[in-house]
């Protein structure tokens, strides 16, 4: 991204020229990384771009294809989250982080392949087919934000916006050898996001280093009144200079290296702990004992958010309708029926049960408790250090059909990401090494809220240090 706007400026490429370049290979490529490319929006905002860039008018992001996850919401272009149910859903307004990224004129190339409803861990689940990690083909790019991770890996665009509700950035940024940010939940508006956890979701940026991730996440941070969530604070502008990671206290909780956690994975995590050592860094042990009820607490949290947010899809008011039905009841039963699926139902039916009378107290309200323990937890270890560090997943990206009729396997996939998203904080995935088969391993950074720039410093501190974000599929 910022090689790009550097070669703007050399003038020895042009928005048109390079846009038109990525629409070439985006057509002719099998990742199915796309769910929709706006190819004449992208052709017309390139030639306006280029014009600016004449006139001396651009800042860094001018004529910058950026990729968009389809449940951000777009004016004009469809958003169908990649299911039936909002199939031919094309939004009236952008989303702010959208309109932040036009402001700044960077180009919307398209909409990027994702879980259904953004439920899911491989983008598997999309109504639309899988999409396909550019490292094997044969392999999933992790989810559920896995379209937008390999398209960045593959080059089809030079970052892209990710949504994160309990790892959905950084495990795709993991499993397809790019950056992903989450940050904290509140700086980054969630206006113009279907919901599908509205207490964990978060838009996050992701790009092939740091510091293009920072640039992104530089122009889409900040308070946005219509978001009742977003934070009313300052937001400082990222420094892009390479950090003194000296003195700096990392700690890394030993249930983060638990069982289950692939030998080869965490070889290279613990040889990128051990880089952060070498450039200055104190590492400390800690523990987070209450990690563990993670998984629990969020598949109890995350269903029953998403079953009261997705009751909206009813036939009326948004998507698709099952017509020819008997009476109101019945069409609102078969088109959620056959709008939605068995993933989607699956965790509706999970969450309306915890949430059903006589269960409430026993599910809901007991994991809401534990989540405070968590984010406690937390805030007790970064008296102690400045940032935690660890695996992102537990393994690297799989054969496509693994797992697929096993979903309990799948949902302890995010286990290392979760408990950031119970909390709040903000967090960061970064390519650590690669597995015998030569496929990514991702190493996750966790900050204390709302430090964003002490983890992206560490972040372009390990990238000026190491070549593994510079290995292309």
């Not at 040889?271 to 450039?279: D, H, N, V």
């Not at 597995?435 to 204390?448: D, H, K, R, W, Y």
Request: proline share 5%; with cysteine; net charge neutral.
């Amino acid at each position: 991204m910022l090689e790009t706007a550097r070669q703007y400026r050399c003038s020895t490429l042009r928005p048109t020229e390079l846009v038109d370049d990525l629409l070439a290979r985006i057509r002719s490529g099998s990742l199915n990384a796309f769910i929709t490319v706006d190819e004449a929006g992208a052709m017309r905002d390139a030639g306006k771009a280029e014009k600016a860039l004449k006139q001396g008018s651009g800042d860094t992001l001018t004529g910058i294809p950026v990729a968009v996850k389809d449940n951000i919401c777009t004016r004009g272009i469809k958003t169908t989250c990649a299911s039936k149910i909002l199939a031919n859903f094309v939004p009236t307004y952008d989303a702010t982080v959208v309109e932040r990224l036009r402001n700044r004129g960077a180009i919307i190339i398209g909409k990027t392949n994702l879980d259904e409803f953004a439920m899911g861990s491989t983008t598997t689940t999309s109504t639309f087919g899988p999409a396909k990690n550019p490292w094997d083909e044969t392999r999933t790019p992790g989810g559920s934000s896995g379209g937008s991770a390999a398209a960045v890996a593959a080059g089809l665009c030079a970052g892209a916006l990710g949504s994160d509700t309990g790892g959905s950035i950084r495990q795709p940024a993991s499993f397809c050898g790019i950056t992903g940010l989450k940050p904290t939940y509140g700086s980054v508006s969630r206006f113009g996001l279907v919901a599908f956890a509205s207490s964990l979701d978060q838009i996050g940026p992701m790009a092939r280093t740091a510091r293009d991730t920072a640039v992104l996440y530089d122009a889409i941070k900040g308070h946005d009144p219509s978001d009742s969530t977003s934070v009313p604070r300052g937001y400082p502008a990222i420094d892009l200079k390479s950090p003194d990671m000296n003195g700096i206290r990392i700690g890394v909780p030993d249930e983060f290296f638990a069982e289950g956690l692939s030998p080869e994975v965490a070889l290279s995590v613990r040889r990128g702990i051990s880089t952060f050592e070498g450039l200055g860094a104190r590492i400390i042990p800690i523990s987070l004992p209450y990690i563990r009820y993670g998984v629990a607490v969020y598949y109890i949290i995350a269903t029953a958010e998403a079953s009261s947010n997705l009751a909206r899809y009813d036939g009326v008011r948004y998507g698709v309708r099952k017509e020819g039905s008997g009476d109101l009841t019945d069409m609102y039963m078969e088109t959620r029926a056959q709008g939605f699926g068995a993933e989607v139902k699956r965790r509706i039916m999970l969450g309306t049960y915890a949430l059903s009378a006589g269960y409430y107290d026993a599910y809901y309200k007991k994991a809401s408790q534990v989540r405070v323990l968590i984010s406690q937890e937390f805030e007790a270890a970064f008296t102690r250090c400045d940032l935690i560090a660890g695996p992102t997943a537990p393994v690297c990206a799989f054969g496509l059909d693994e797992m697929m009729d096993d979903p309990l396997s799948i949902y302890l996939l995010d286990i290392y990401t979760i408990p950031a998203n119970l909390a709040g904080l903000p967090a960061l995935s970064l390519p650590c090494g690669f597995s015998g088969e030569g496929m990514p391993v991702g190493m996750q950074l966790i900050a204390p809220h709302f430090r964003e720039d002490t983890l992206l410093g560490a972040g372009m501190a390990f990238q000026d240090h190491t070549g593994f974000h510079e290995v292309r599929p």
